[in-house]
């Protein structure tokens, strides 16, 4: 079963920049892809980028493109997903994610980012 932990997230004022990181542990062959999701309050989750550990080909909601990237580092079972041009409704718990054979099966306990007006 993958493990997920993340670390980053926090508070930052409009316009500045975070960088979420997420482990995988006990990772296997099936798990083909590592997700960022979020969830402001009072709303449901959506998705924010994908990237596949093999080809490391990415997918980004149009609400994110070019303020946001998401990168990853094989040898360090690691996903990262940089936040650049932060505004007050990326404000949310983000949870990262792994997916298996395209699935989102498993979830990290998510962080909070806040962005301040």
């Known amino acids: 079963q993958v493990q997920l932990v993340e670390s980053g997230g926090g508070l930052v004022q409009a316009g500045g920049s975070l960088r979420l990181s997420c482990a995988a542990f006990?990772?296997?062959?099936?798990?083909?892809?590592m997700g960022w999701f979020r969830q402001a309050q009072g709303k449901e989750r959506e998705f924010v980028a994908r990237i596949t550990w093999r080809g490391g080909a990415t997918t980004y909601a149009d609400s994110v493109k070019g303020r946001f990237t998401i990168y990853r580092d094989n040898a360090e079972n690691t996903v990262s997903l940089q936040m650049n041009s932060l505004k007050p409704e990326d404000t949310a718990v983000y949870y990262c994610?792994?997916?298996?054979?395209?699935?989102?099966?498993?979830w990290g306990q998510g962080t909070q980012v806040t962005v301040s007006s």
């Open positions: 994610a792994a997916a298996v054979w395209g699935n989102w099966n498993y």
């Open positions: 006990r990772r296997t062959f099936s798990n083909d892809a």
